[in-house]
T-cell receptor, first 109, second 116 residues
Framework: GQNIDQPTEMTATEGAIVQINCTYQTSGFNGLFWYQQHAGEAPTFLSYNVLDGLEEKGRFSSFLSRSKGYSYLLLKELQMKDSASYLCAPMDSNYQLIWGAGTKLIIKP | GAVVSQHPSWVICKSGTSVKIECRSLDFQATTMFWYRQFPKQSLMLMATSNEGSKATYEQGVEKDKFLINHASLTLSTLTVTSAHPEDSSFYIC????????????FGPGTRLTVL
């Protein structure tokens, strides 16, 4: 079957760094997306990885290891507005995104 | 990035009535549109995938006669919830992509449906 595993909730301090891990099992693989979703809003795109390694985009970086079925999202210099859910979504062989429940990130002053 | 709009943003209706939700890609042609439903504190659940000019492909467990999807043009898809019931109350989100296979999905802002 297809499966996503992320921590349900994480807490971090403003200005700090946090890493959100994701392991996945899919039927085929066509890359992995990270989305941010604020409460009551639709997801917004953060990053896409299809090759192994680290992709850096400003304060956010995403890493992928296809052989391990593992990805992480790294958020630096945390701001209060980063409080949201972070969704790891791999794309399967049918180019369909597989969604988990996401990780709720709480930022404290 | 590309912009996708949804209308209405929220709707309250009586049980037994039908509700239509529109999803529009404003600055690109959306070959494929996706309809999701999300209950509080749960993951996005894909309901159906629609390609312009063809019938939608529904996920297992989603009633195609209850959730009517029309993708008549490259910029517009509609979801009609027929004979709505309170259990249909949810957050409905559409997304659109410009390609037939991989392409980033751009999400609309969502429609919150409450059925009384």
């Amino acid at each position: 079957g297809q499966n996503i595993d992320q921590p349900t909730e994480m807490t971090a301090t403003e200005g700090a760094i946090v890493q959100i891990n994701c392991t996945y099992q899919t039927s085929g693989f066509n890359g992995l997306f990270w989305y941010q979703q604020h409460a009551g809003e639709a997801p917004t795109f953060l990053s896409y990885n299809v090759l192994d390694g680290l992709e850096e985009k400003g304060r956010f970086s995403s890493f992928l290891s296809r052989s391990k079925g593992y990805s992480y999202l790294l958020l630096k210099e945390l701001q209060m507005k980063d409080s949201a859910s972070y969704l790891c979504a791999p794309m399967d062989s049918n180019y369909q995104l597989i969604w988990g429940a996401g990780t709720k990130l709480i930022i404290k002053p | 990035g590309a912009v996708v709009s949804q209308h209405p943003s929220w709707v309250i209706c009586k049980s037994g009535t039908s509700v239509k939700i529109e999803c529009r890609s404003l600055d690109f042609q959306a070959t494929t549109m996706f309809w999701y439903r999300q209950f509080p504190k749960q993951s996005l659940m894909l309901m159906a995938t629609s390609n312009e000019g063809s019938k939608a492909t529904y996920e297992q467990g989603v009633e195609k006669d209850k959730f009517l999807i029309n993708h008549a043009s490259l910029t517009l898809s509609t979801l009609t919830v027929t004979s709505a019931h309170p259990e249909d109350s949810s957050f409905y989100i559409c997304s659109a992509s410009a390609g037939a296979d991989y392409n980033e999905q751009f999400f609309g802002p969502g429609t919150r449906l409450t059925v009384l």
